[in-house]
């Protein structure tokens, strides 16, 4: 079955920098589309970032444009997260989110556990 295993969260002060990283199994991670998305205490998710299949397209909301950078290692079979530049309004609970595309429009499926970040000095 498919497992999307998060980890890297933390406690960071602003301005401060986090890798989170998405381990995949139980699917041809290659050939999907990938997702970060997060969720503060009380509010609904929100989009963070998507990634292609290869890797070389990779778009990001622009609450974190230029802070966050989305990649992925095929033959590891993971999905990653560079946070630069921490905000505290970046705290919250991150997941990764395997993605089918129709259309041009995305659906998330198949979210991980989660992983806390918490960004507070």
């Known amino acids: 079955e498919v497992q999307l295993v998060d980890s890297g969260g933390g406690l960071v002060q602003p301005g401060g920098s986090l890798r989170l990283s998405c381990a995949a199994s139980?699917?041809?991670?290659?050939?999907?589309?990938m997702s970060w998305v997060r969720q503060a205490p009380g509010k609904g998710p929100e989009w963070v970032s998507t990634?292609?299949?290869?890797?070389?397209?990779?778009r990001h909301a622009d609450s974190v444009k230029g802070r966050f950078t989305i990649s992925r290692d095929n033959a590891k079979n993971t999905l990653y997260l560079q946070m630069n530049s921490l905000k505290p309004e970046d705290t919250a609970v991150y997941y990764c989110?395997?993605?089918?595309?129709?259309?041009?429009?995305?659906?998330?499926?198949?979210w991980g556990q989660g992983t806390q970040v918490a960004v507070s000095s």
């Open positions: 990634i292609n299949t290869g890797g070389d397209m990779p």
């Open positions: 989110a395997k993605a089918y595309v129709i259309s041009g429009h995305y659906f998330l499926s198949d």
């Open positions: 139980g699917f041809t991670f290659s050939i999907y589309t």
